[in-house]
């Protein structure tokens, strides 16, 4: 067992709670015990699993599970350990972990987004706690996918992946570095592009949401460049009352993407 917070594994783990080193380093963190079931459950590769005497005792099938696929990988760079209490809250980002984190691959997280369906198309994201919200969101009203701009939130920001509810392994994403060009290819593939915008004349319900459709949210404070803006095929408004300015972008893109499933469901 791990006891010691001088361990090399525990240095390397603790530096990943840096997004510099996240980059350098190519792996991001894991964390609690639901994001650990989701991750197995998809058969997402994990690189290290650690966790305490506790934690194995309280969930031995899934620890069995998680050593078998360390187990199946031959052991190269794959790894699993106990770790004390102590070790592991020197791990973990979140104040009072569950007793268990793991490592995976940055370059694991790519996936394809595919231009049907309806995708979400967010530029300069700040806060992880809205993007995690939006991905759990996207998820669970069934959109195809979500693209990033490069200067966003890293998508293996732990926040993001605690604040996806473990939808993160289950919603197709990727960042674009440069989101003019995809909304480009997506209008190419036969997709409408939609913009939301304070001052469009449209309500986000009177666009036809049947149609293969992007749409397109800004940044938290500043909303969408101009130029993204431009290039929509419709721009639409989300209405508020007087004195209210603007609605927090994970909850705009709730309301757009659960219109999309009302109109597929009920016309």
Not at 148 to 156: G, I
């Amino acid at each position: 067992m791990l006891t010691s917070l001088q361990n090399s594994l525990v240095k390397q783990i603790r530096k990943l709670h840096s997004t510099k080193e996240r980059h350098k380093q190519e792996l991001f963190l894991l964390e609690g015990t639901h994001l650990l079931e989701e991750a197995c459950a998809v058969n997402y590769p994990l690189e290290v699993v650690c966790c305490t005497p506790q934690w194995q005792m309280a969930h031995p099938q899934l620890w069995d599970d998680v050593c078998g696929r360390c187990d199946a990988s031959g052991g190269r760079s794959h790894r699993y350990e106990i770790v004390s209490e102590e070790v592991l809250s020197a791990m973990a980002t979140t104040v009072q972990p569950d007793g268990v984190v793991a490592l995976a691959k940055r370059t694991q997280q790519q996936t394809q987004v595919p231009f049907t369906g309806v995708v979400l198309a967010v530029e300069t994201l700040q806060d992880p706690g809205n993007l995690g919200t939006m991905i759990r969101t996207a998820a669970a009203a069934g959109a195809s996918g979500l693209w990033l701009s490069d200067d966003s939130v890293d998508l293996d920001n732990p926040k993001v992946l605690r604040a996806s509810a473990g939808q993160w392994f289950r919603l197709n994403m990727a960042v674009s570095e440069d989101l003019r060009t995809t909304v480009k290819q997506s209008q190419q593939a036969g997709m409408q592009v939609v913009a939301t915008l304070p001052n469009a004349n449209l309500t986000y319900w009177e666009v036809d949401w049947r149609k293969p459709s992007l749409i397109l949210l800004g940044n938290e404070g500043a909303g969408l460049s101009r130029d993204l803006a431009a290039m929509a095929d419709q721009q639409v408004k989300i209405p508020l009352s007087p004195g209210v300015e603007s609605l927090n972008v994970a909850i705009a893109a709730a309301l757009m993407l659960y219109e999309v499933q009302r109109q597929k469901i009920y016309g």
